[in-house]
């Protein structure tokens, strides 16, 4: 995770802080993974996931400004919502909707597929794409615009599916 490197390396956070604000990230994930999940049942999952990439497009700048502050209590409440209402927002409807996006015959590799090449090429490459950004800019705005990137083509590839929520599978 970059902000792990940029709060101890740029701000001089002590490891802690940092890693304090993932685990109450990941803790409220607990809540709100299946709460998303739930509520693309009932909204749809397209729902949802336009929302968790407008919510992610929304948040890179922000999240950086609050970073910024150093301080350990805005920090982890950052990092914390912007983990819940970003990542938390797609992810809770994703086992749900990539398999639905595909028919009985395709549906495990065409979710197995689409999910590990955009994980690898969006978050494998995403540190070291983060790191030279930074090293480049000079300051985290060019990180921000590259998080919204990210979020404009989650949005475009959604508003190119179809919503699955609803429908019979049979």
């Not at 802690?16 to 993932?22: P, Q």
């Not at 990439?53 to 910024?68: E, G, T, V, Y």
């Not at 996006?101 to 590990?116: K, P």
Request: with cysteine; charged share 10%; proline share 5%.
């Amino acid at each position: 995770m970059f902000c792990l490197v940029y709060a101890t390396g740029q701000l001089h956070l002590p490891r802690a802080v940092i890693l304090d604000a993932v685990l109450y990230a990941a803790l409220l994930e607990l809540a709100t993974i299946p709460l998303f999940g739930w509520l693309s049942d009932r909204f749809g999952r397209r729902a949802l996931y336009i929302f968790g990439a407008l919510a992610s497009a929304a948040a890179a700048f922000p999240l950086f400004w609050l970073l910024d502050t150093a301080d350990p209590t805005l920090v982890a409440l950052a990092i914390a919502l912007a983990l819940s209402l970003t990542h938390g927002t797609m992810f809770g409807p994703q086992a749900s909707y990539m398999p639905e996006l595909f028919g009985t015959r395709m549906r495990y590799s065409g979710a197995s597929l689409g999910c590990q090449v955009s994980a690898a090429i969006s978050g494998g490459f995403a540190p070291i794409i983060a790191t030279a950004l930074f090293a480049w800019a000079g300051g985290t705005w060019a990180i921000s615009l590259y998080l919204i990137a990210l979020a404009g083509i989650t949005l475009v590839a959604t508003l190119a599916s179809p919503e699955t929520a609803f429908d019979d599978l049979t």
